[in-house]
Every structure is written in C-alpha cells, then in structure tokens.
T-cell receptor
Framework: DGGITQSPKYLFRKEGQNVTLSCEQN?????MYWYRQDPGQGLRLIYY???????QKGDIAEGYSVSREKKESFPLTVTSAQKNPTAFYLC??????????FGQGTRLTVV | GESVGLHLPTLSVQEGDNSIINCAYS??????FIWYKQESGKGPQFIID?????DKRQGQRVTVLLNKTVKHLSLQIAATQPGDSAVYFC?????????????FGSGTRLLVRP
C-alpha cells in the first residue's frame, strides 16, 4: 500500500529526555513536513524539507531537530530544549505543489 | 482520542442543510489552496483544492470558492450529513525563496444535528 506512516502512535517522555518520532512515505514525494497540534488548535509548522539533505525551519522550530538523509524518511527529534513538548505531532508529504498527505499522528506526552 | 475542536469556532447545522465554512488567508502570493477535514485523533484528510487561476471548483457535494481580492476562501458542503462532523482547515501553499511551505488556518468545527 502507498502511504505515509508515523510511529509510534503514542509516546511517553520523561522530562529532560530527547525522543525521536518516525515518519516514512513510499509515495515518492519530494516534500515532507512536520506539524504540531495542541488541543483545540490548528496545525503549526515545525520543519519542512523539499529535497534530500535539505530542510528549513518552520514557525516553531525551537527545541526540535530533523534530518533528511533519505527521500522516504523525515524523522523529528524533540529535544530537552523544548519546554512544552506534550502535543499531537503530524507528518505530511507532497509532490511540491500538490496536496499534502498526512500520517495518523503521534501523541507525545511528558511524564 | 484527541479532542481537536474544544476551542475552535463552531458551526452547527441541521442534517440536510448546506454548510459554508470560511477562511481568510495571509499571503497574496499564495497560488494553491487546500481544504482538509480532520476527525478526532486522526490526521487531516484532503477534501478539495483550488489554484489561484480559478475562482470556483466543485467536487462531490463540496464546492470551494476563492476570492483573491479579499484573500478569502470558502468551503460549501451540500446536504450536510452526520459523517461530515469534523474540524475543517484551509491551507495555503506559500512560495518562499526556492521552496514551498504549507501553512494552515485556525480551523472550524462543524457539528451536524440529526
């Protein structure tokens, strides 16, 4: 099946720990995106990447890091510098100027 | 699951009526716009899109209108059904330097009364 897969679905993090969220797509899309969604809010852009080995900061990049070593993969690391990491994280991919397809999200909770 | 619509503007409609959801976008240079539907605890799903060289596009039971003069988008849903209850987001594709980024509006929660 073609699609975009996020894992894990639920993730718990202790304060001060880094955690990495996985995002994989087999749609042959060049562009990939990470968004954060808080309860009752919209989607805010964290990082995006248009091609392999290149990525740009979105509106709320502080406390996050990404890599794009392969076209299919765009992992997001939530670092200890992110002071309020509890949120729903969504990954998407697109062929640059067409609609973006979303994964089912990862819910991160700090315990 | 995630309750994504707790604080969002809410539109309540009777089943069978038409719904109109509005969105203002920010960048006059945006050339591509998308409407998404998000159900509780899930990722957004594509509904319909429109490019800036058009002012109207129709799909199955949905119509998107684009007014570039006032930077306004609307989504019209005909004969609204209970399954249409969800949060709806508009998104604009913004060209920045040599790349594109997809920016979302704040969303509207649609409640369909049986």
């Amino acid at each position: 099946d073609g699609g975009i897969t996020q894992s894990p679905k639920y993730l718990f993090r202790k304060e001060g720990q880094n955690v990495t969220l996985s995002c994989e797509q087999n749609l042959n899309h060049d562009a990939m995106y990470w968004y954060r969604q808080d309860p009752g809010q919209g989607l805010r852009l964290i990082y995006y990447s248009q091609i392999v080995n290149d990525f740009q900061k979105g509106d709320i990049a502080e406390g996050y890091s990404v890599s794009r070593e392969k076209k299919e993969s765009f992992p997001l690391t939530v670092t200890s510098a992110q002071k309020n990491p509890t949120a729903f994280y969504l990954c998407a991919s697109s062929s640059q100027t067409d609609e973006a397809f979303f994964g089912q999200g990862t819910r991160l909770t700090v315990v | 699951g995630e309750s994504v619509g707790l604080h969002l503007p809410t539109l309540s409609v009777q089943e069978g009526d038409n719904s109109i959801i509005n969105c203002a976008y920010s960048n006059s240079a945006s050339d591509y716009f998308i409407w998404y539907k998000q159900e509780s605890g899930k990722g957004p799903q594509f509904i319909i899109d429109i490019r800036s060289n058009m002012d109207k596009r129709q799909g199955q039971r949905v119509t998107v209108l684009l007014n570039k003069t006032v930077k306004h988008l609307s989504l019209q849903i005909a004969a609204t059904q209970p399954g249409d209850s969800a949060v709806y987001f508009c998104a604009e594709n913004i060209a920045e330097d040599s790349s594109y980024k997809l920016i979302f509006g704040s969303g509207t929660r649609l409640l369909v009364r049986p």
